[in-house]
């Protein structure tokens, strides 16, 4: 199977099935000299494990990481690091049910279809678990931003109707609730949404948003790798996303230039903008102000309900899917797109070191001449 590296220097490699041994990722291109633990990694990957309320699945997974390469005495070495999550509460048992059935809303089919072959164990490489290494390795990412000044942040801005307004944030309260919504209130009548939804057998999406700061300028390349592409292509890559916009995204559509611009202006030699309608980037370039991106999340496809579908053997029958599984996806996935934003922006600021002669000397002083 091709497809499972992203990135150009600052590279992860992903493995492992959602019901296999474990889960891991190989990093390669980090600097030396980042200081990572695995405590520091942990606290991304808590932030994703299941089991956390009682909108996530009761699947029992410490999702404890292991630091097997690439750091020593409490520093990346330069070398390749690579990190393993151990699976520990499979139930295999559950999809045996559905071997020989295509589930609606997964990747089943198309799977079968591309390989010949299925792992039908929870969605093996399909799973969502797969996302492990995703924030495994977008947490090692953020360890080298937070070296440059950079700060990236997920987190729940709608689930399903109920959306929280930018004039109602308040960013401390992320932490406060389940669904990593900042704002309490709204946060509460989401989950008596998901609530009644999971009495009906039923499931529901949402949208998450991720903001950047302390970008520098210029980081993107202009044409095919402009800064909104990979940004695009990191974040569509994982499951269930079906949607990214920067900045107003859609919305943009239906303004005027003379409103969607960005006006400039100067101040004690440093430029900024008067609004952000741009979402951080110009010609596929950071332009040095608040990077902001959203995800559209579809709902949960195992749902309970009785549905229609066909079997391997080309006939038509029907399906429930047993076993345990979230109602709602976002927030479990909050630091799967921060992990990828993270990666992505780790990426480029190493490539955009080579963009200028002077940015090469100040690494390679000449040699003087004898």
């Known amino acids: 199977m091709s497809g499972s590296t992203f990135g150009s220097i600052f590279r992860i490699t992903t493995w492992g099935e959602s019901h296999g041994p474990g889960i891991g990722v190989v990093i390669d291109g980090c600097p030396a000299g980042v200081p990572v633990s695995e405590n520091d990694i942990?606290?991304?990957?808590?932030?994703?494990?299941?089991?956390?309320?009682?909108?996530t699945t009761k699947r029992n997974e410490s999702d404890s990481v292991e630091i097997l390469s690439g750091v020593f005495e409490?520093?990346?070495?330069?070398?390749?690091?690579?990190?393993?999550?151990?699976?520990q509460d499979q139930r295999s048992r559950d999809y045996?049910?559905?071997a020989?059935?295509?589930r609606p809303g997964h990747a089943d089919y198309p799977f079968t279809e591309k390989y010949g072959f299925r792992d039908y164990r929870g969605g093996g490489r399909s799973s969502g678990r797969e996302t492990i290494g995703r924030v495994a390795g977008g947490a090692v990412a953020s360890l080298l931003l937070k070296e440059l000044g950079i700060r990236v942040m997920a987190y729940t801005k709608s689930i399903g109707p109920f959306t929280v307004s930018e004039k109602d944030y308040h960013m401390s309260e992320i932490f406060e609730n389940p669904l990593y919504m900042p704002e309490n209130t709204v946060a509460e009548q989401?989950?008596?949404y998901i609530a009644s939804l999971m009495a009906e057998k039923?499931?529901?999406?949402?949208?998450?948003?991720c903001i950047a700061e302390g970008l520098p300028a210029g980081l993107g390349e202009p044409v095919f790798d402009k800064l909104d592409a990979l940004l695009a292509h990191a974040v569509m890559s994982i499951g269930s996303v079906k949607g990214v916009e920067i900045?107003?995204?859609?919305?943009?559509?239906?303004?005027?230039g003379s409103v969607n611009n960005d006006p400039f202006y100067a101040q004690n030699g440093v430029i900024h903008k008067q609004t952000n309608h741009s979402g951080g980037t110009l010609g596929g370039m950071s332009d040095g102000s608040r990077l902001v991106l959203r995800a559209a999340v579809k709902p949960t496809a195992s749902i309970a309900r009785t549905q229609q579908t066909v079997n391997t053997a080309g006939e038509n029958t029907e399906i429930e899917v047993l076993g345990r599984h979230d109602p709602v996806i976002v927030p479990r996935a909050v630091v799967?797109?921060?992990a990828m934003t993270a990666l992505t922006l780790a990426d480029l600021l190493l490539r955009n070191m080579s963009a200028q002669l002077d940015h090469v000397k100040k690494i390679y002083t000449p040699v003087p001449e004898v």
């Not at 494990?49 to 009682?54: C, D, E, I, M, T």
């Not at 409490?74 to 699976?87: A, D, E, F, H, Y």
């Not at 039923?202 to 948003?209: L, M, N, R, T």
Request: some cysteine.
């Open 42 to 55: 942990q606290n991304y990957l808590d932030r994703r494990k299941p089991g956390q309320s009682k909108y």
């Open 190 to 192: 989401a989950g008596e």
């Open 96 to 98: 045996g049910s559905i």
């Open 202 to 209: 039923d499931s529901c999406g949402g949208v998450i948003e």
């Open 100 to 102: 020989s059935m295509f």
């Open 247 to 256: 900045g107003d995204g859609f919305a943009a559509a239906s303004s005027r």
């Open 74 to 87: 409490g520093k990346t070495t330069g070398t390749p690091i690579s990190l393993l999550v151990r699976n």
């Open 336 to 338: 799967v797109v921060e």
